[in-house]
């Protein structure tokens, strides 16, 4: 379902106090709490100037968003369906039968081409995990001074777009690592990184002319039902080129020398957000998926470049 952007009015001093009143006796007192994923900062309230109108050179405009009846794309066989050579670094685990990974060359740069669509995931049982076409990278032990570094440019084209702005959008890359102490998933995710579509206004209200990028952190380890806080961090336009660097890995307190640090810092657009996981010690491991993964209406069309990767063992 297509959504315009909402714009926030100001509210008088004491309808504020009021609100804060409420929302001060909640479980978590951030602000509304849905699918228990717990919404801490609003999004902006202009959408950027850009024309949505645009097809991007590499763009799917195919209004048939099934999975083709020849079954092309069907990879029964093996998620690590891939290209010789890939531009792009890591395995790919490919759990959709959309399409499977090509590659774009616009102005003399390669791009890695995911494109998924709501319920394409052919591979695990039904109504269970969301399709992705993602790529993962080398795991770094917990050792202080050990760590996993990921560096490439994303471009977005388009993300999932569902009935609920907690169901809308697509990750583009996350942070995972096992821990001590059991709960949770086997392969749990510590810190995803999520666009969400930002709509235009008019005639263009139907289209995705921007996303805003969303930190969607674990608050404890292994869940327990607590949910994970959803921070906004920025917005990009459509098929603008962004910088992203994600470096996770293990360092030293420096308020306790019998402690540690299980950090998991990024720098989009030259911006940097800094974060550490809760529970370090109990942090078995570091590492990073990007690609696309997550679509629960519509398509996600998500583009990576000069993407490489560093990890470090202690």
């Given at each position: 379902?297509?959504?315009?952007?909402?714009?926030?009015?100001?509210?008088?001093?004491?309808?504020?106090?009021?609100?804060?009143?409420?929302?001060?006796?909640?479980?978590?007192?951030?602000?509304?709490?849905?699918?228990?994923?717990?919404?801490?900062?609003?999004?902006?309230?202009?959408?950027?100037?850009?024309?949505?109108?645009?097809?991007?050179?590499?763009?799917?405009?195919?209004?048939?968003?099934?999975?083709?009846?020849?079954?092309?794309?069907?990879?029964?066989?093996?998620?690590?369906?891939?290209?010789?050579?890939?531009?792009?670094?890591?395995?790919?685990?490919?759990?959709?039968?959309?399409?499977?990974?090509?590659?774009?060359?616009i102005d003399g740069t390669t791009w890695g081409v995911y494109n998924?669509?709501?319920?394409?995931?052919?591979?695990?049982?039904?109504?269970?995990?969301?399709?992705?076409?993602?790529?993962?990278?080398?795991?770094?032990?917990?050792?202080?001074?050990s760590l996993v570094k990921f560096t490439g440019e994303f471009r977005?084209?388009?993300?999932?777009?569902?009935?609920?702005?907690?169901?809308?959008?697509?990750?583009?890359?996350?942070?995972?690592?096992?821990?001590?102490?059991?709960?949770?998933?086997?392969?749990?995710?510590?810190?995803?990184?999520?666009?969400?579509?930002?709509?235009?206004?008019?005639?263009?209200?139907?289209?995705?002319?921007?996303?805003?990028?969303?930190?969607?952190?674990?608050?404890?380890?292994?869940?327990?039902?607590?949910?994970?806080?959803?921070?906004?961090?920025?917005?990009?336009?459509?098929?603008?080129?962004?910088?992203?660097?994600?470096?996770?890995?293990?360092?030293?307190?420096?308020?306790?020398?019998?402690k540690k640090i299980h950090y998991c810092n990024a720098i989009i657009?030259?911006?940097?957000?800094?974060?550490?996981?809760?529970?370090?010690?109990?942090?078995?491991?570091?590492?990073?998926?990007?690609?696309?993964?997550?679509?629960?209406?519509?398509?996600?069309?998500?583009?990576?470049?000069?993407?490489?990767?560093?990890?470090?063992?202690?």
């Open positions: 379902m297509k959504k315009p952007n909402f714009t926030y009015k100001l509210v008088s001093l004491s309808a504020l106090i009021i609100f804060v009143t409420f929302f001060s006796c909640t479980k978590d007192g951030l602000g509304y709490s849905e699918d228990i994923l717990i919404y801490k900062t609003p999004v902006p309230e202009t959408a950027p100037d850009t024309d949505p109108t645009v097809v991007a050179a590499d763009e799917d405009t195919s209004t048939d968003l099934a999975c083709p009846a020849s079954g092309e794309f069907e990879n029964n066989s093996t998620r690590n369906v891939d290209i010789p050579n890939p531009n792009n670094v890591g395995e790919v685990d490919d759990r959709s039968c959309y399409s499977d990974y090509s590659e774009s060359i998924i669509t709501d319920g394409s995931n052919h591979w695990d049982t039904a109504g269970t995990l969301q399709p992705r076409i993602e790529r993962s990278l080398p795991i770094a032990n917990s050792n202080v001074g977005i084209l388009e993300v999932g777009d569902a009935d609920s702005d907690s169901q809308s959008g697509t990750y583009i890359s996350q942070a995972k690592g096992q821990h001590t102490g059991g709960g949770g998933s086997p392969d749990p995710a510590i810190c995803l990184y999520l666009a969400k579509p930002v709509y235009g206004t008019g005639i263009n209200a139907d289209k995705q002319v921007a996303f805003d990028i969303y930190a969607e952190r674990i608050l404890e380890r292994g869940g327990s039902g607590s949910g994970r806080e959803v921070v906004l961090l920025k917005r990009v336009n459509k098929n603008e080129i962004t910088s992203f660097d994600l470096e996770v890995g293990f360092k030293a307190d420096p308020t306790d020398s019998t657009g030259g911006e940097a957000f800094n974060w550490n996981i809760p529970d370090p010690e109990r942090g078995t491991q570091s590492k990073i998926r990007y690609g696309a993964y997550r679509v629960k209406g519509g398509r996600a069309q998500i583009r990576w470049a000069n993407t490489a990767h560093e990890i470090v063992e202690k």
